[in-house]
């Protein structure tokens, strides 16, 4: 079946850095194009980033010039590197595939920026 496993969330202060990993399993990771959202606590979930089968990336712009989404196909792996964290950035962050019509969800890895 179809997994996404986040890992690489925690605290980091303001101007700091964390890389996000999402390991995924059960389909063909280096035919599909991937995803990272955010979601804050009574807020709808946000779409901060892609990458598609092919490598070309998009961010959005509230993370554009300090997230940057990666992809190691030999390791089924999905990445997020941030750095310049603010405190805006404290959220929920799900890794997310779409297969056919179903969308796929990792559990959530937790970011806290504070000082």
């Known amino acids: 079946q179809v997994q996404l496993v986040e890992s690489g969330g925690g605290l980091a202060q303001p101007g700091g850095s964390l890389r996000l990993s999402c390991a995924a399993s059960?389909?063909?990771?280096?035919?599909?194009?991937m995803n990272w959202y955010r979601q804050v606590p009574g807020k709808q979930r946000e779409l901060v980033a892609s990458?598609?089968?092919?490598?070309?990336?998009n961010t959005a712009d509230s993370v554009k010039g300090r997230f940057t989404i990666s992809r190691d196909n030999g390791k089924n792996t999905v990445y997020l590197q941030m750095n310049s964290l603010k405190s805006e950035d404290t959220a929920v962050y799900y890794c997310?595939?779409?297969?056919?019509?179903?969308?796929?969800w990792g559990q959530g890895a937790q970011v806290t920026v504070s000082s």
């Open positions: 990458i598609s089968r092919y490598g070309s990336t």
């Open positions: 997310k595939t779409r297969l056919g019509l179903t969308d796929y």
């Open positions: 059960g389909f063909t990771f280096s035919l599909t194009a």
